[in-house]
């Protein structure tokens, strides 16, 4: 173990990804992960009620090792976080001594966190950059990326070029589309987030020159701006858009090169634009950790793959090599 002084100097003000439920330190109290107002005697003590661990989980076992306990964090994709949280929710019901939490913000944030160690498990919806080699990515489902507009739109699909043009300001009304005469509003996504980079590949754009009037973040929150725009046009997940469009959200989804966006297109492979939805953690995760990814990628969770409207998948997890 570090000798207390060690971990004074190697701790940051801020303990991020962790959760400490009802522990107060010395001039402080530790509220959702951070000190407030709290001193480097405090967070001393904190590392030590953590058990000087510098991962985020927190395990033990029995001496079988069949009895998991402690807790994991994962950040990341808005695409993966729900099918995350209620596999979480089942993985906790099998073992009630471990707390699962899930938090969002992107697939940039998710795979940062995993490889600084706040998170022990990333969550990103799309495939790891050669810069992130150093990473483990494990797929658990698979998903589209489809164009949604307005369901009282009227056009049925639209060309390769006729989307670039949108996307580049040089489209700027319905009608030129075959449309009603209205003005198009582009909704397009922030930076970090999956679902941009996948779109961006896709039609070959370069996101300087996309003329967006709405920027927005998750799935749904580009859902609910086209909803509420009948001239929108924007792009999400298609598990995200086929769950909302069957709870009756006006929205729609747009064929891709004559291909209608669906899940059963996503699975058959036929579908143009579609992508991995990942688990990613560093070399060396905990046990914890290790377990609930292969949970995740086993047939256990299936049934709950497909009824966030992804597409299972049966691949070897990398986490255990």
Same mark, same amino acid.
């Given at each position: *173990?570090?000798?207390?002084?060690?971990?004074?100097?190697?701790?940051?003000? $801020?303990?991020?990804?962790?959760?400490?439920?009802?522990?107060?330190?010395?001039?402080?109290?530790?509220?959702?992960?951070?000190?407030?107002?709290?001193?480097?005697?405090?967070?001393?003590?904190?590392?030590?009620?953590?058990? /000087?661990? %510098?991962?985020?989980?927190?395990?033990?076992?029995?001496?079988?090792?069949?009895?998991?306990?402690?807790?994991?964090?994962?950040?990341?994709?808005? $695409?993966?976080?729900?099918?995350? *949280?209620?596999?979480?929710?089942?993985?906790? #019901?099998?073992?009630?001594?471990?707390?699962?939490?899930? @938090?969002?913000?992107?697939?940039?944030?998710?795979?940062?966190?995993?490889?600084?160690?706040?998170?022990?498990?990333?969550?990103?919806?799309?495939?790891?950059?050669?810069?992130?080699?150093?990473?483990?990515?494990?797929?658990?489902?698979?998903?589209?990326?489809?164009?949604?507009?307005?369901?009282?739109? $009227?056009?049925?699909?639209? &060309?390769? #070029?006729?989307?670039?043009?949108?996307?580049?300001?040089?489209?700027?009304?319905?009608?030129?589309?075959?449309?009603?005469?209205?003005?198009? $509003?582009?909704?397009?996504? =922030?930076?970090?987030?999956?679902?941009?980079?996948?779109?961006?590949?896709?039609?070959?754009?370069?996101?300087? &020159?996309?003329?967006?009037?709405?920027?927005?973040?998750?799935? %749904?929150? /580009?859902?609910? &701006?086209? =909803?509420? =725009?009948?001239?929108?046009?924007?792009?999400?997940?298609?598990?995200?858009?086929?769950?909302?469009?069957?709870?009756?959200?006006?929205?729609?989804?747009?064929?891709?090169?004559?291909? %209608?966006?669906?899940?059963?297109?996503?699975?058959?492979?036929?579908?143009? *634009?579609?992508?991995?939805?990942?688990?990613?953690?560093?070399?060396?995760?905990? @046990?914890?950790?290790?377990?609930?990814?292969?949970? /995740?990628?086993?047939?256990?969770?299936?049934?709950?793959?497909?009824?966030?409207?992804?597409?299972?998948?049966?691949?070897?997890?990398?986490?255990?090599?």
């Amino acid at each position: *173990m570090k000798s207390m002084n060690t971990l004074v100097f190697s701790l940051p003000w $801020t303990v991020i990804g962790r959760t400490v439920i009802g522990r107060t330190v010395i001039g402080g109290t530790v509220i959702g992960g951070t000190v407030i107002g709290g001193t480097v005697i405090g967070l001393a003590l904190l590392a030590l009620s953590l058990g /000087c661990s %510098q991962n985020p989980s927190n395990v033990n076992a029995d001496a079988s090792g069949s009895k998991l306990s402690g807790r994991l964090t994962l950040t990341g994709s808005s $695409t993966v976080a729900p099918l995350a *949280m209620e596999i979480a929710r089942r993985f906790e #019901q099998l073992h009630s001594g471990v707390r699962v939490d899930v @938090q969002t913000g992107g697939s940039g944030k998710g795979i940062s966190d995993a490889h600084a160690g706040i998170a022990d498990i990333g969550m990103a919806s799309r495939s790891l950059k050669p810069d992130e080699a150093d990473l483990r990515s494990n797929q658990i489902a698979a998903d589209g990326v489809g164009l949604i507009v307005h369901s009282s739109n $009227t056009v049925s699909e639209l &060309t390769r #070029q006729q989307v670039i043009a949108i996307y580049t300001n040089q489209l700027n009304n319905w009608k030129e589309v075959g449309g009603l005469d209205q003005e198009i $509003t582009v909704v397009h996504k =922030a930076e970090g987030r999956a679902t941009l980079e996948v779109f961006l590949e896709h039609f070959g754009i370069d996101n300087p &020159t996309v003329k967006a009037d709405v920027i927005v973040g998750d799935n %749904q929150h /580009c859902v609910k &701006t086209v =909803a509420g =725009a009948k001239g929108a046009i924007g792009y999400v997940s298609i598990g995200t858009a086929e769950a909302d469009i069957d709870a009756r959200v006006p929205i729609r989804l747009l064929p891709l090169d004559g291909i %209608q966006a669906s899940s059963a297109n996503v699975a058959s492979g036929d579908f143009p *634009m579609s992508r991995p939805l990942n688990l990613v953690t560093t070399e060396s995760p905990s @046990q914890l950790a290790v377990a609930f990814v292969q949970f /995740c990628q086993s047939a256990d969770v299936h049934d709950l793959v497909k009824s966030q409207y992804f597409v299972p998948v049966t691949s070897e997890s990398n986490v255990a090599k």
